[in-house]
T-cell receptor
Framework: GESVGLHLPTLSVQEGDNSIINCAYS??????FIWYKQESGKGPQFIID?????DKRQGQRVTVLLNKTVKHLSLQIAATQPGDSAVYFC????????????FGSGTQLTVLP | EAQVTQNPRYLITVTGKKLTVTCSQN?????MSWYRQDPGLGLRQIYY???????DKGDVPEGYKVSRKEKRNFPLILESPSPNQTSLYFC??????????????FGEGSRLTVL
């Protein structure tokens, strides 16, 4: 069946280092991928998205990489800051939109001082 | 301020006592959705609505009802709550399929405990 999973449930990085959060998906029909950030006690917030016709997309301090061959997605955060501590979810869609997004179980990122 | 507002934020209830969690958005979004979040399972979609009077089941619709009589409101109804519906619930909205975006705007969440 369809699944969107994370390689590691937790990740700790030193402040100032780069973070890499990984995600695997199984649905070959998935054509749209999104990363969300959820801070403690809050709802998820959109970070960045990428469509299957791209393999890389950059935002402010974040980069998403998509490898369709191995069905792998990663989120890179440059110069990680304490405010980046949160749970990060990848989500996939085969509708190209927010309709029926399938979310992964999340990775807890902790930024160490 | 653009936002999605859920109420109540916290609720403890007993098995079988009907309850409604309200959700309202002020962004004129066509698409609205309900998710539940449980440890280790991520966010699972309960119901979604593409527009007024149009609702569809998500991945875990059993035990829930929704309605979309107005564009801004999308209440989640638990007719006869059971303990396995104890969870953190999120309402979300988006511009809609035509906007071709996966950007969902989430509410702050409603933590429900069913005893």
């Amino acid at each position: 069946g369809e699944s969107v999973g994370l390689h590691l449930p937790t990740l700790s990085v030193q402040e100032g280092d780069n973070s890499i959060i990984n995600c695997a998906y199984s649905n070959s029909a998935s054509d749209y991928f999104i990363w969300y950030k959820q801070e403690s006690g809050k709802g998820p917030q959109f970070i960045i998205d990428i469509r299957s016709n791209m393999d890389k997309r950059q935002g402010q301090r974040v980069t998403v990489l998509l490898n369709k061959t191995v069905k792998h997605l990663s989120l890179q955060i440059a110069a990680t800051q304490p405010g980046d501590s949160a749970v990060y979810f990848c989500a996939e869609s085969h509708s190209g939109s927010a309709r029926q997004l399938t979310f992964g179980s999340g990775t807890q990122l902790t930024v160490l001082p | 301020e653009a936002q999605v507002t859920q109420n109540p934020r916290y609720l403890i209830t007993v098995t079988g006592k009907k309850l409604t969690v309200t959700c309202s958005q002020n962004m004129n979004h066509e698409y609205m959705s309900w998710y539940r979040q449980d440890p280790g399972l991520g966010l699972r979609q309960i119901y979604y609505s593409m527009n007024v009077e149009v609702t569809d089941k998500g991945d875990v619709p059993e035990g829930y009802k929704v309605s979309r009589k107005e564009k801004r409101n999308f209440p989640l109804i638990l007719e006869s709550p059971s303990p396995n519906q104890t969870s953190l619930y999120f309402c979300a909205s988006s511009l809609g399929v035509a906007a071709n975006t996966g950007e969902l705007f989430f509410g702050e969440g409603s933590r429900l405990t069913v005893l």
